[in-house]
């Protein structure tokens, strides 16, 4: 890959290898596992272990390309090596340009600190290089670029879109810091751009048909201001599990200064949002187990409004969703439809989002159902120059919330079908591209689209 980029002689093919065994190799092939948990204690448990059993350096190099959660970390294990070895892979993540490669390595050192000042001068030396602020954001950007064509590639593979979502995630992860590692990162907000006009609807419209696999976590956080607060969290969170009066303070004050940049770009609470890895699902909370969040359920559940709503999304991307909270969000799905809320009201398309989330947690398909129908009502309300494209997107996420897949399958089809007929001519051109990507991307639209893809190419002829 370096060869190829330096010669300016890199093809597709260079950056997203044909031969199979490049994906497997990455993190390890899936065999039995159908669940991250699983595969954490089985397949790749032993891969990992094979590893180890080598060059140590090698290794984490190796098994650090999949650090894209917390959970990827096997910190126990590396931990338990010998204090040498493990301040010499310390001293080398320092240098590796993939930041989960570098937050990885932190949160191994911080749980391994014990006023030890060999291990506070090497979580020093990743914190400097980390933690810069804005040469994070760019190594973000590419890491994120790099994720959007791979993770479009492996939906749309014959043989690797079969394979786990949640191991097409990790594997996606691996392969984005890979790409990091050998092109470094430069124009990366040009790259972002360019990335996302060319395979933004693959990989969007790919995330949200797999949120009925692993639904927690949103195409919208693939950002560097995203990624960046994902970074300064999982640090944050490796220094408060010191003891108070063992933090180093020069590691604390490391946090502070980036916590100024994290403040100004308003992005606190991006620092808490599940990460790439972090997507399963998982029961409903509690009362008791929403914290901070109580109060804005409390509110919600005794007056439904949007406004209530809104202000329990963060809520509802982290904590997750109770059931009380469930009943007020079909209320208020109800009043957008008695009332006739406009499309381009207020906050309405984002009180769709949050509904829309809602539905997919809870795998309630009647308040998905409801989304979608109010969703397919506000096509009508499309400008002359509007885009079709925020609808699409709710309705294959009120899909998602259908575990009968077949099902789920044939009522999106009808429904974009019916968008096809009511949208503004001058909108069928996204429209229809939308419908093409959506093809690709599962077989069972393949063929029922085509009544909405023909009518969106009349439609567009037309105009």
Not at 51 to 63: K, Q, T, V
Not at 114 to 122: C, Y
Not at 140 to 155: D, G, N, Q
Not at 354 to 379: H, M, P, W
Request: include cysteine.
């Amino acid at each position: 890959m370096k060869a190829a980029l330096a010669a300016r002689e890199s093809t597709n093919s260079d950056l997203l290898p044909n031969d199979l065994r490049h994906w497997d190799n990455l993190v390890a092939p899936p065999i039995d596992s159908q669940t991250l948990e699983t595969f954490l204690t089985t397949e790749c448990k032993a891969e990992r272990a094979r590893l180890r059993a080598g060059d140590p350096i090698r290794a984490f190099r190796s098994i650090s390309l999949s650090f894209c959660a917390p959970a990827l970390v096997p910190i126990d294990r590396f931990k338990a090596l010998p204090k040498t070895g493990l301040l010499k892979i310390l001293q080398s993540a320092a240098s590796l340009p993939d930041h989960f490669a570098q937050v990885g390595a932190f949160e191994i050192c911080a749980s391994a600190f014990e006023k030890d000042e060999h291990l506070e001068v090497a979580g020093l030396k990743l914190l400097d290089r980390l933690l810069d602020m804005e040469t994070l954001r760019h190594r973000c950007l590419s890491y994120a670029s790099a994720f959007v064509l791979t993770s479009a590639r492996l939906a749309q593979h014959s043989t690797l879109s079969l394979r786990p979502t949640f191991w097409r995630r990790v594997t996606t992860s691996a392969h984005s810091s890979l790409i990091l590692r050998a092109c470094g990162f430069s124009n990366t907000d040009t790259l972002f751009k360019w990335t996302m006009e060319h395979s933004g609807k693959a990989f969007l419209f790919s995330v949200l048909l797999e949120m009925d696999r692993e639904p927690r976590w949103k195409a919208d956080w693939l950002t560097g201001k995203h990624l960046v607060a994902d970074a300064f969290g999982r640090v944050e969170n490796a220094i408060n599990k010191i003891p108070d009066g063992s933090k180093p303070e020069a590691w604390l004050e490391r946090l502070a200064k980036a916590r100024e940049w994290i403040t100004k770009n308003g992005v606190e609470l991006f620092t808490v949002l599940p990460a790439i890895g972090e997507s399963a699902p998982r029961k409903m909370p509690s009362d008791d187990e929403l914290y901070i969040f109580r109060p804005a359920y409390d509110r919600l559940v005794a007056e439904p409004t949007t406004t209530n709503l809104l202000r329990c999304g963060a809520g509802f991307y982290t904590a997750g969703v109770t059931e009380k909270s469930l009943g007020a969000c079909h209320s208020i799905v109800n009043r957008l439809q008695k009332d006739a809320i406009r499309w381009d009201d207020d906050d309405t398309q984002y009180v769709l989002q949050v509904l829309s989330f809602v539905a997919i947690q809870t795998r309630d398909v009647g308040l998905a159902n409801s989304v979608a129908e109010f969703c397919v009502e506000k096509v009508r309300e499309l400008p002359v120059d509007g885009s079709t494209l925020d609808i699409v997107c709710r309705l294959v996420e009120c899909a998602s919330a259908n575990c009968d897949r077949d099902q789920a399958m044939v009522a999106l089809a009808g429904r974009l079908e019916n968008v096809a007929f009511l949208a503004p001519p001058q909108a069928l051109n996204d429209l229809h591209d939308s419908l093409r990507h959506l093809q690709l991307l599962d077989s069972r639209l393949s063929s029922s689209l085509g009544r909405a893809v023909a009518a969106a190419r009349l439609g567009r002829r037309a105009a």
